[in-house]
């Protein structure tokens, strides 16, 4: 039976990463100019932090378990 990691682009921790950077920078711009919509880019950076967070602790742990 394959390993579920297997399933997962290796690349995806560090798509997450960026859109969390991303997003926080929209939050940024958003504050900068008095929305309040900046509230919405810091949770979607919030959700993707810990995206990337537990895709790459997926992944190190496959690459040690092999």
């Not at 798509?15 to 991303?22: E, K, N, Q, R, S």
Request: positive net charge; charged residues 10%; proline residues 3%.
């Amino acid at each position: 039976m394959p390993a579920l990691t297997s399933r997962i682009p290796k690349g995806l921790a560090l798509y997450a990463t960026v859109i969390c950077v991303l997003a926080a920078v929209a939050a940024v711009v958003s504050f900068v100019n008095g929305s309040w919509l900046g509230i919405v880019w810091v949770l979607l950076a919030g959700l993707t932090s810990n995206m990337a967070w537990y895709y790459h602790r997926r992944t190190a742990r496959a690459r040690a378990a092999e």
